[in-house]
T-cell receptor
Framework: SQKIEQNSEALNIQEGKTATLTCNYT??????LQWYRQDPGRGPVFLLL?????KEKRKERLKVTFDTTLKQSLFHITASQPADSATYLC????????????FGAGTRLFVKA | DAGITQSPRHKVTETGTPVTLRCHQT?????MYWYRQDPGHGLRLIHY???????DKGEVSDGYSVSRSKTEDFLLTLESATSSQTSVYFC????????????FGNGTRLTVT
């Protein structure tokens, strides 16, 4: 069956460190992969998109890698801050107009001051 | 925030009653989606629309219907609510096409007693 796996356990890190979140998938061949941030009581907010032919994408303190051989994406937040505490969702898209976006269950990140 | 308004934000209803959730957008985006979010499952697509009066089923469409009579409005109806439909419902929009991220509303928390 098709699956997207994100670490269900919360990630706790100290302020200033780099947070690394993992997204693994099976039985998909995504054209691109997206990361979203979700705060309690709010809808997800789009952060970054990376295409299958891109190895790495950066935006400010965020970095995403995409390894189609390992079927894995890593999401890094450098110099993390307490305000980065949220749930981060990985999503795969088969490039079919957007209506085949499949989401993982998310990983909760806590950044301690 | 993208101009997406969901109403109501909270609703409690009894099993067997009909319920309609509304999503209104001011972005003039072509695509609109309804997702539900449950612990451990991530976001799951219920129905989506690719234009006025053009809709299709998603992964978990049983027990739900949708309508889109105007570009800006997308309605989700539970014809006869069941306890398994207790969830948080999110509306999303996108421009469509490749590399088009989703923009979400802030959700409707529905409890079916």
């Amino acid at each position: 069956s098709q699956k997207i796996e994100q670490n269900s356990e919360a990630l706790n890190i100290q302020e200033g460190k780099t947070a690394t979140l993992t997204c693994n998938y099976t039985n998909y061949s995504p054209a691109y992969l997206q990361w979203y941030r979700q705060d309690p009581g709010r809808g997800p907010v789009f952060l970054l998109l990376i295409r299958e032919n891109e190895k790495e994408k950066r935006k400010e303190r965020l970095k995403v890698t995409f390894d189609t051989t390992l079927k894995q994406s890593l999401f890094h937040i450098t110099a993390s801050q307490p305000a980065d505490s949220a749930t981060y969702l990985c999503a795969l898209d088969m490039a079919t107009g957007g209506f085949k976006t499949i989401f993982g269950a998310g990983t909760r990140l806590f950044v301690k001051a | 925030d993208a101009g997406i308004t969901q109403s109501p934000r909270h609703k409690v209803t009894e099993t067997g009653t009909p319920v309609t959730l509304r999503c209104h957008q001011t972005e003039n985006h072509r695509y609109m989606y309804w997702y539900r979010q449950d612990p451990g499952h991530g976001l799951r697509l219920i129905h989506y629309s690719y234009g006025v009066k053009d809709t299709d089923k998603g992964e978990v469409s049983d027990g739900y219907s949708v309508s889109r009579s105007k570009t800006e409005d997308f309605l989700l109806t539970l014809e006869s609510a069941t306890s398994s439909q207790t969830s948080v419902y999110f509306c999303a929009i996108s421009e469509g096409g490749e590399n088009s991220p989703l923009h979400f509303g802030n959700g409707t928390r529905l409890t079916v007693t």
